[in-house]
């Protein structure tokens, strides 16, 4: 899934638990590992398509939804690149003109830093007849484009929402990060989670993220005052006692 978090406000840790974090597992794009939901059910009916309008596909939605996974998914099945927005250049679509493929993957639109290099990838691909599946955190009439041409065939293309976790999703998500960290966290701290956290996949990717850096610099196990202190500034914060 999409990720996206820092140190947001923790102490600072030993040099010992900044090496721990550094060999953390990163999170994994494979097929196997994503969890199909009601909130990316109508992307991954538009994935299994084929025909799309253009040839061309945008999913669209917030950070960790899952858009990311499904971009890499897609482009795993056509042995094809992902390409980041964000350090799309010239050069790029020079190399891409020497061997052309039958499809691409686009990820963090709304972040391209030259408008000009994706205006090119965007013609190259008309012309040459080939797919392409883009992703985004913002739909193109809110990206602020300043290329009127870019900006008309972006306009164009046909947007797919990703929607905001549902319960169930939230909770396979939080374990799955948890498992990948081998940390040991009780089932009342769980359903407390759930509870208390925002109702994004971003806000369970920060909030693992936190504990993990706090259970790997404190050395103790993962308390329910441990983790309102450690996610301090996220929670939904209630007039709830500890318990």
Do not use: Y
Request: net charge neutral; proline share 6%; charged share 20%.
């Amino acid at each position: 899934m999409d990720k996206e978090a820092g140190n947001d406000g923790l102490a600072s840790l030993s040099a010992s638990a900044q090496l721990a974090l550094a060999l953390k597992p990163p999170a994994s794009v494979a097929a196997q590992h994503f969890i199909p939901a009601s909130s990316n059910a109508q992307a991954r009916h538009w994935l299994n398509q084929t025909g799309w309008p253009d040839r061309r596909l945008l999913l669209c939605g917030a950070d960790s939804c899952g858009k990311t996974h499904l971009l890499h998914i897609w482009a795993a099945r056509r042995h094809t690149r992902v390409i980041d927005a964000a350090q799309l250049d010239e050069p790029d679509i020079a190399q891409l003109t020497d061997s052309l493929p039958a499809a691409l993957a686009l990820d963090h639109l709304d972040r391209v830093t030259s408008e000009r290099a994706l205006l090119h990838l965007l013609n190259l691909a008309r012309e040459q007849r080939i797919t392409l599946l883009m992703a985004s955190r913002t739909a193109p009439s809110r990206m602020g484009i300043i290329l009127p041409d870019l900006a008309s065939r972006l306009r164009a293309v046909t947007v797919v929402p990703v929607l905001p976790p549902e319960d169930r999703l939230r909770f396979a998500l939080l374990l799955r990060l948890i498992a990948e960290r081998q940390m040991i966290v009780s089932n009342p701290i769980l359903d407390w989670l759930l509870c208390h956290l925002p109702r994004t996949g971003d806000a369970i990717v920060a909030a693992v993220d936190r504990l993990d850096q706090a259970g790997l610099a404190q050395k103790k196990p993962l308390t329910r005052a441990m983790a309102r202190a450690v996610l301090s500034g996220l929670l939904h914060e209630t007039s709830e006692e500890e318990g």
